[in-house]
């Protein structure tokens, strides 16, 4: 039997329009739209579907809207797909909420509004600061931790074979894109984002988050979930909340986290959600691998059918 993981994506996905064809075709997307902007108390779909695209790129509405995109997928996938099951999920960052909600650790609008209060938390940590974030493509991990360790930055994410993330304050993040190049990185390239995520200078976020956490209730989930700090699965309730704390100024050890479900013997991975990134690092990680996504109407048909083979 196949044994099937659902992958949630992070911030950096969003793309104007996501979610508005499904919204358009199937009555369960629309009233998800609907119960998600009543939990927020503003228009997230309206912001998903027509932007504009600096609207929809701020962190408070980027992250919510990424949730709720790939919980659609989800649920449309399960509507589409009756006999349809998976045994573990993982999320990039803000993903990994996704990932919980979908193994029913935390309910649908629990988890959002924390993911939108996440997104506060973590604007402001990023207008407290200057801070950046840079890809590092065609170094391995100990090189790049070397150009952490001389230019002062973080180490945000662990993607895949060859393609790492930096983070830290800004005249830093320039100093190693410096030296990677100096060092032989195909490209160091700096990124459009608002600020250092994973690193540090996020630590504002962390205590506004634990606090935010403490009034949501967390069940154990009913599937392995993989926790972004630790590359292994979740435990329980009180473990939970301190692995998303931990989780704002931690490494994202996304290829760990792929590998160690490939050694479970997990075969297929579905991306559930805008963009097809999560399924470009898993091919990078294990070219054997079976990838599938939601992104839309088309992606969903495409799915559907190759589950039904």
Known sequence: MTKTALLFAGQGAQVVGMGKDLAEAFPTARTLFERANAALGYDLAAICFGGPEAELTKTENAQPGIYVVSWIALQL?????????????????????????????????????????????????????????????????????????????????????????????????AQACDLARAKGAKKALPLSVAGAYHSKLMSSAQFKLRAALASVSFHSPAVTVISDVTARPHGADAEIRERLVEQITSSVRWEESIRYLTTQGFTRFIELGPGKALSGFVKRIDKGAQTLNVADLPSLEETVRALAR
């Open 77 to 173: 996938l399960k509507e589409r797909s009756p006999s349809f099951r998976f045994e573990a999920a993982a999320g990039l960052s803000l993903g990994e909420f996704t990932a919980l909600a979908a193994a029913g650790a935390v309910s649908f609008e629990d988890g959002l509004k924390l993911v939108g209060e996440r997104g506060r938390f973590m604007q402001e940590a990023c207008e407290e600061t200057q801070g950046a974030m840079a890809a590092v493509i065609g170094l391995d991990e100990a090189a790049t931790r070397e150009i952490c360790a001389q230019a002062g930055v973080e180490l945000a994410n662990l993607n895949c074979p060859g393609q790492i993330v930096l983070s830290g304050e800004a005249d830093r993040i």
